[in-house]
């Protein structure tokens, strides 16, 4: 389908630079993606009142960092920030517990750090529900607990504050994209699309999910195949796979992470099938798939950020400080497509 697209693609290419700035484009949803610009504090307004210390006095902040595993590049890039940033020379010492993608371990892992005694606690939910027991735990022994990269679906009074992507505008944003490719092109085919979904129960998933189940009834689109690729190239060539074989046609691929659009895109060479062929949304930007966007393989990738080590120890200084810190704060995020592949490229993380 996309060859008899390409046709107009400087159309497209036309439509979409007109929001570009500086290689730079702007998020098309109309809501601020950016932050909670809210004046509320972090702390006594939402019933949080613990702050970042040094309890030990040993002169370092100690982080105990619950991660959620190491399933795609995303992840290897969001655990180095850490590993780079969480140091004495920074002011801090890092536990490090990897969950493997397990929300059970993970839960298991944050009552580990509170009986070490950390000073605070970084938690990235591999799953959004079923914290209020650990986290309450956390609260009574008066270790303040920080949400990063997906978001709890708990009480506010239950963390100090969330810093990381807003997945459902990163859906919005790849939605949108292929709504305006649509247009620009005057494509009058059916959109069939093949959904593959992140960890489910993920705020990754979820949100992504709902903007792609919201968008698709309301501009005609059909989802012929939706399953979790669980985030990973492996699992992500598996579905793709899987799907193939049942010979449904389908010519949009809306993957919910780099590593399983690189699944998807092996899966179809397997087949014998071009990936150009194809509509190809991702989500991320690691260097590989921002690569792939300058070759034409994916065409857009709403992007996420996964370079939050040093954000947090801002965030955590800032706290400690006495600073007032929004409840939420989101990344700041755009999508990489044909106009300015060529320029993020350059900087993309990973490899
Ligand atoms: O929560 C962020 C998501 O988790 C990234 O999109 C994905 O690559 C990772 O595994």
Redesign the pocket.
């Known amino acids: 389908m996309k060859k008899k697209f390409l046709a107009t693609a400087a159309l497209a290419a036309l439509a979409f630079s007109l929001t570009a700035c500086g290689g730079t484009n702007t998020p098309p949803p109309a809501d601020d993606s950016s932050s909670d610009a809210s004046p509320t504090a972090a702390g006594a307004a939402s019933g949080y009142s613990l702050v970042p210390k040094d309890t030990n006095g040993d002169g370092f902040i100690t982080l105990g960092f619950a991660q959620?595993g190491a399933?795609?590049?995303?992840?290897t890039a969001n655990t180095q920030s850490y590993k780079d940033y969480f140091v004495e020379a920074n002011g801090f010492k890092l536990v490090f517990l990897d969950a493997n993608q397990d929300a059970d371990k993970q839960k298991q892992d944050v009552r580990d750090l509170i009986a070490q005694g950390v000073e605070v606690i970084d938690l990235?939910p591999v799953t959004d529900s079923g914290w209020e027991p650990v986290l309450q735990e956390a609260k009574d022994a008066g270790i303040p607990l920080i949400v990063s990269?997906?978001q709890l679906s708990v009480s506010d009074d239950l963390y100090l504050t969330y810093f990381?992507?807003n997945?459902e505008e990163e859906g919005k944003t790849a939605v949108k994209w292929l709504q305006d490719y649509i247009t620009a092109n005057n494509v009058t085919d059916p959109i069939n699309i093949l959904h593959l979904q992140?960890?489910i129960g993920?705020t990754?998933q979820k949100g992504r999910t709902k903007a792609l189940d919201d968008a698709a009834p309301a501009n005609d689109w059909n989802i012929v195949f939706q399953q979790t690729g669980e985030?990973t190239q492996a699992k992500g060539q598996e579905v793709t796979e899987s799907f193939l074989q049942q010979g449904k046609d389908f010519n949009v691929i809306y993957s919910?992470?780099?590593?399983m659009t690189y699944g998807a895109i092996d899966a179809l060479r397997a087949a014998g099938k071009d990936p150009k062929e194809y509509i190809i949304i991702s989500?991320?930007g690691n260097k590989s798939a921002v690569q792939m966007v300058v070759d034409g393989l994916i065409d857009v990738i709403a992007e996420?950020d996964?370079l939050l080590g040093p954000q947090v120890g801002d965030l955590i200084k800032k706290a400690e400080a006495g600073e007032q810190i929004a409840k939420i704060t989101y990344s700041n995020e755009s999508y990489i497509d044909s106009t300015n592949a060529a320029e993020k490229v350059k900087t993309a993380f990973g490899s």
Not at 256 to 259: G, I, L, P, V, Y
């Open positions: 959620v399933e795609s590049g995303w992840r990235a990269d997906r990381g992507g997945m992140g960890t993920s990754a985030f919910e992470n780099d590593d989500f991320d996420c996964p």
